[in-house]
Nanobody, 125 residues
Framework: VQLQASGGGLVQAGGSLRLSCAAT????????MGWFRQAPGKEREFVAV????????YYTDSVKDRFTISRDNVKNTVSLQMNSLKPEDTAVYYC???????????????????WGQGTLVTVSS
């Protein structure tokens, strides 16, 4: 199983980035998929999650109305569109897969079974 995150980079405040995560999961459409981030010196935190079908999404308050999570169950990818970026969004972003089996989406880090390697997003002021 492999989750490959990409799309990070350096952007000015107010700019946009789109992160992508390619998954080699045989039954990708049975996994809830999440994005987490870890800023320097801080713990990894939840950012967004999307249900296995794509019908349900949830965001942490600080990114609501700025970030959008989506998935393509044919291409086995999950994306995070990030707009109006702020310096406090600077972090390594990780995609993760929750072997949901019809469980509800979760923001709990320990519930996720597989993790990508992370991609660095740096927002300059």
């Amino acid at each position: 199983v492999q989750l490959q995150a990409s799309g990070g980079g350096l952007v000015q405040a107010g700019g946009s980035l789109r992160l992508s995560c390619a998954a080699t999961l045989r039954t990708f459409n049975s996994y809830n998929m999440g994005w987490f981030r870890q800023a320097p010196g801080k713990e990894r935190e939840f950012v967004a999650v999307i249900s296995s079908s794509g019908g349900v999404t949830y965001y942490t308050d600080s990114v609501k109305d700025r970030f959008t999570i989506s998935r393509d169950n044919v291409k086995n990818t999950v994306s995070l569109q990030m707009n109006s970026l702020k310096p406090e969004d600077t972090a390594v972003y990780y995609c993760a897969a929750d072997k949901a089996k019809l469980r509800p989406i979760t923001t709990t880090l320990t519930r996720y079974d597989y993790w990508g390697q992370g991609t660095l997003v740096t927002v300059s002021s």
